[in-house]
């Protein structure tokens, strides 16, 4: 079964998930020729290992505690913060507890 994107003019609801965020998972909302936008869900002491999207970037965090490295470099990003990366900027990311973001991706230039 496809997944089912977000229809141009319909409001998506990306409020924290709260007590129930533990039994989510990540969702892609929305995709076009040059724009992704995914809901992520990372549970404490999950990781993605470094990579790196071939366009800029945004991660806002919704709920918890997410720290992104680059290289040596550390920043924590908590609920109501956003992050931007550039295009090919190495990084990982990893829940110190359990969270919930709004990645989005342009995806110009692909």
């Known amino acids: 079964m496809a997944l089912q994107h977000a229809s141009p003019g319909v409001p998506v609801g990306v ?17 076009s020729e040059s724009l992704e936008v995914i809901r992520l869900v990372l549970l404490a002491g999950k990781r993605l290992p470094a990579h790196q999207t071939p366009g800029e970037m945004t991660l806002q965090c919704i709920e918890g505690l997410l720290t992104i490295h680059q290289g040596e470099s550390r920043q924590s990003l908590t609920a109501g913060q956003m992050l931007f990366l550039p295009a090919g900027t190495m990084h ?3 829940a110190k507890q359990d969270s919930s973001a709004l990645l989005t991706i342009a995806l110009h230039g692909r």
């Open 15 to 31: 409020q924290p998930f709260g007590s129930g965020l533990g039994s989510q998972q990540t969702t892609a909302l929305f995709k």
């Open 92 to 94: 990982a990311l990893e």
